[in-house]
């Protein structure tokens, strides 16, 4: 995340709680929206990691962007297990949107400090030249969407019987881990690791 972008949305959640803030605190207790509430939850911890990102110096964002690019090189094997910790919110963000890259085709080189596109598709290269935050941007995962087939879009409900979130559960970042999850099920099918995977 860049300086401009943690400010941003720093900003962007302070302005929600101004706004949301008739409606969790002029409300009996018991009838608080459990939307606001996790909604709250959310912002909470984007803006504190976003305001501690940028209290850093350059020198130290510069060593904690090179440490999450590193982390390429050790994110978890692509099971289903890894795809229930998805939806449960038990992975990191950071570990989920590598899983994605690695699928996607994105290759951290250390050497040059750039991002290998070579195996991405043409159509992530032009909109994408370094990988996207798939859990915090709804545009990047509105792409991911679009690019499930259709035959493998039911695919959480079909492999794992999940039936999606409650009600109350529905802000963005549960539904983006479950595009992602989705979409993750959707490459282990078409990659064959679906198969892999049930025969040990």
Known sequence: ??????SALALVCALARIVLWPFTTH?????????????????????KNALEYTALHPSQRAKH????????????PLTT??????????LDDATVNQLVWHGLGYRYDATSD???????????QEAYPEPPDFIEHRPPNVKLTRSIPAENKQLLK?????????????IPRKTRRATIANWLL????????????DSN
């Open 186 to 197: 959707s490459y282990m099918q078409q990659t064959g690791l679906d198969s892999y995977e």
């Open 65 to 76: 962007d090179r440490q999450s690019r590193a982390m390429m090189t050790s994110i978890p």
């Open 1 to 6: 995340m860049l300086p401009a972008e943690a």
């Open 158 to 170: 079909e492999k794992l019987g999940f039936q999606g979130y409650k009600v109350g559960e529905l």
């Open 27 to 47: 409300s009996p207790r018991n009838k608080r929206s459990k939307f606001h509430s996790s909604y709250e939850f959310g912002c909470a911890i984007a803006v």
């Open 114 to 124: 750039r991002w290998d596109t070579t195996a991405v598709s043409p159509d992530w």
């Open 81 to 90: 297990t890894t795809i229930w910790a998805i939806l449960d919110e038990t």
